[in-house]
Structure formats: structure tokens, C-alpha cells
């Protein structure tokens, strides 16, 4: 069912939505929110329900706390930021379930929203144990009447709060999701060629599953980040101190193969920028990708590589990019992940960020995100998609109620 399906008037909905952001606390304890793209994500659907007279209860997580309450990854300060962005008051009970929670949505009226607590901070909410993660899910099910997936981050996992509880009620999935999909299917059912993905990111074993799925359907490759180092090397180049997966050697080579025999135009660094350390303040240069010094790492692609991949993109109809093409975070070594994403958002193409650090490195970088048709929120589930795999918070949508 699509949301606008749902009957949500005067009803408690639990949305599920993806509200893990960033956090940094200075030295009084006041925490600040560094990046607020998945709370401003999450906007439209909360926004529509309460529209339409629904009674929102959000259900979301922060970082990974094991099932153990730890007051510096409550969601408090991400419904204090909600509220702002909604420009609605937004309830928050420090409680996932029981007496406390149920007794403030008793008190809701319609277009109400109430934030709980991180829901991982019950253990049953990522158990292995169907039987523990059903219970939680009973719980909640026990004063909602419907359910909203609107967490593409999280889809990708089967946890109470993602599938559990979708099959206790009448559900939709979100106008985030939505649009996710739509995206997604977009450019992995029958993309407009040129269709181009650049992938970039720390290492090969991450994104095997991915070169697998797309080498035969994509018409350029291009790779950047550390795992481009695996593929130098597995065409015989010596790399330095550079990130390198020896063991992942034999595989890229046979991605290298399939790509040739494909058809498919794999692009790899020509140059690279070095630091004699991993630090802002390293001593820098760039170098030949045949000729980087003993002792050295590279830590960002070349400049004539980055003018080659904006070649490869510049008449590219369909682009997908799926992590950064260095380390971004650094000054020194961000010039090469702006300037494929410049090139991205300035091509004539659909063009879709896996979410993750690609999506950061944008907003870091100052790169408008209106550029960009589709700049997703989920990173491992964007990945997944990318690998052709079902997703258990996608597949229980189509379940029959």
C-alpha cells in the first residue's frame, strides 16, 4: 500500500523512520546534531500524516548501544530538531515501551507526534530470536493501528521495529521509501545508456557483491578510494602503504577480466595524491598511479584522473556513485571527491548518491544537494539494492495482511 492508501484520520501510526544522525558533544555535555539529513528526510511523511488528523508515533534508532540505555545516544535532542524543522511541537517519552509510553499516546490528539527512545535500546529489538523481537513488536502493536516504513536506512534488516511490526498492522510504506524505490528500480530495472557507476570507498570486499551485479549491466566503471589500490595492484603496480586487500587480488582480477570481455570500460586512477602519513598535515604530493614512492599512501585520486572521470560522465544518461573517491574529510584529499561530484551533479544524467559517506561528502563539501535527482538516505540498504538483493523491510510490505 502507498500512504495516501492508509486510513491514518484519528489513528496512532508508528512510522518507522531513519533518524541516525550524527552527534558531537563539547566538553559541558551539550550535544549538536552535525549533519540533520535523515531528520530533514523524514519530514515529509511525518508532516502528511499529521495532515491528515494521524496520531504519529515515531519509532527510530541512534548508533549501535547494544540493547543498553546510554544517555548520549537518546534521541532527545533529534526530536528537538524534528520539532524545529516540522514547526510543531514534538513529544519525546524516554521509554521505548511500557506504562510511560502508553499512557502519553493515550493523551495524543490528532496531528500529535511523539518521539520514543532509541528503540535499540531494547534488546529485543535487533534479536536473532523471532520470539524476543515479536514480543516488542506486540507491544506496540497493543495501541497502534497502523504502520508506516519510512526508514529506507534500516529496511535492509530484520528487526522489530522494520518487519516484526509491519505484519501486526495495516501498513504503507512512506513517501521516503517511496521515492527510494522509485529511484532505485529507476536505474537498476532498464537504465538510459550511458549507464555509469562510480564506486569508490575503503575496500574491494565491500563492494564485490556490487561489482558482481553491475558488471554486466553497466557501460563504465569507474573506481576511486582505497580499493582502487587493489586494483592497481592486481595489474601489477606496486602501491606503497595504500589501503590494499592482498587476499582480494585474484578476485579483482577476474572483475577486470569480465569487464573486458563484456564490453564494459573500467576506469582506474592515473594519478593519485600521497602522504608519507595518514593526517591532514602529511606531507602531500601527487604521483604517477605506476610510480607511487615506498613508504608512501595514497590517499585521494589524481587530478588527471579526476579530469578523465568527468570526461566518463559528461554524456552519461544514468550515474550511480557509491563512496567517496578518497578521504574527504581531509582537505587535502577532498579534491577528488568534489570533483566527481561536481562533474555528477553538472551531466545531463539521472543521477542517484548511495547514501553514506557519498551523501556526507556532499553536504561537507558544500555541493548543492538539489543538483542531485536522487541522494539516498541508506547506505547499506542502497548497497544491497545495488547487489540485487531482497530487502526484508521492502519484502514484508508486500506481504499479504
Known sequence: MRLDDLDVTDRVVLVRSD???????????HVTITDDGRIRASVPTIAGLR????????????????????????LAPVAGRLAELLGAPVGFVPAVTGESVT?????????????LENVRFDPRETSKDAVERATLAEEWAAWAQAYVSDGFGVVHREQAS??????????AAGTLVDKEMAS?????????????????????SDKLAV?????GNVDRLLIGGGMAFTFLAARGLEVGNSLLEVDMIPTVQQIIKDAQERGVDLLLPVDVVVADAFAADAAVKVVAADAIPVGWMGLDIGPQTAIAYANALSDARTVV???????????????????????????????????GDSA??????????????????????????????????????????
Open 19 to 29: 533518524l541516525n544522525v550524527p552527534l558531537a558533544a563539547d566538553g559541558d555535555g
Open 51 to 74: 495532515d491528515r488528523g494521524a496520531k504519529v508515533v515515531v519509532l527510530a534508532h541512534l548508533g549501535r548501544p547494544k540493547g543498553a540505555a546510554k544517555p548520549g545516544l537518546s
Open 103 to 115: 499512557a502519553e499516546v493515550a493523551r495524543m490528539s490528532p496531528g500529535d507526534v511523539l518521539v
Open 162 to 171: 522494520v518487519t516484526d511490526i509491519a505484519r501486526r498492522l495495516p501498513r
Open 184 to 204: 532505485f528500480a529507476r536505474v537498476l530495472s532498464d537504465p538510459e545508456r550511458p549507464y555509469v557507476v562510480v564506486l569508490g570507498g575503503s575496500k574491494v
Open 211 to 215: 561489482l558482481a551485479n553491475l558488471v
Open 321 to 355: 556513485w557509491n563512496g567517496p573517491m578518497g578521504v574527504f574529510e581531509m582537505a587535502p584529499f577532498a579534491d577528488g571527491t568534489r570533483a566527481v561530484a561536481e562533474a555528477m551533479a553538472s551531466c545531463p544524467a539521472f543521477t542517484v548518491v548511495g547514501g
Open 360 to 401: 556526507a561528502a556532499i553536504r561537507l563539501l558544500g555541493i548543492g544537494e538539489e543538483r542531485f535527482d536522487h541522494i539516498s538516505t541508506g547506505g547499506g540498504a542502497s548497497l544491497e539494492l545495488l547487489e540485487g538483493r531482497s530487502l526484508p523491510g521492502l519484502a514484508v510490505l508486500e506481504e499479504s495482511a
